[in-house]
């Protein structure tokens, strides 16, 4: 199935802002549900942003407000903005189809760190 590249990650100072990028090796037009997990150390990876056909996005209480998750179709791409971040969420963050979620299947991720 399709294939999935995270980037964008990096150190950032509490209160600043990241925008990782998800990239397709195909046509994501079809997958209906496109997510971005986080796993902090000690933590059970999580799923932070969800973006699904026809339905609302939805977000993990502990995002909403900060982090906003989009599509660009033309681009094979999905995005993560995250604003106003917060050393609670330093974490690999991973983007995932739910078909690849439910079979195990994740990319390399790409990690997060926030200072305070």
């Known amino acids: 199935q399709v294939q999935l590249v995270e980037s964008g990650g990096g150190l950032v100072q509490a209160g600043g802002s990241l925008r990782l990028s998800c990239a397709a090796s195909g046509s994501i037009f079809n997958i209906v549900a496109m997510g971005w997990y986080r796993q902090a150390p000690g933590k059970q990876r999580e799923l932070v942003a969800q973006s699904t056909t026809g339905s609302s996005n939805y977000y993990a209480d502990s995002v909403k407000g900060r982090f906003t998750i989009s599509r660009d179709n033309a681009k094979n791409t999905v995005y993560l903005q995250m604003n106003s971040l917060k050393p609670e969420d330093t974490a690999v963050y991973y983007c995932?189809?739910?078909?690849?979620?439910?079979?195990?299947?994740w990319g390399q991720g790409t990690q997060v760190t926030v200072s305070s």
């Open positions: 995932n189809t739910r078909s690849s979620w439910f079979r195990g299947s």
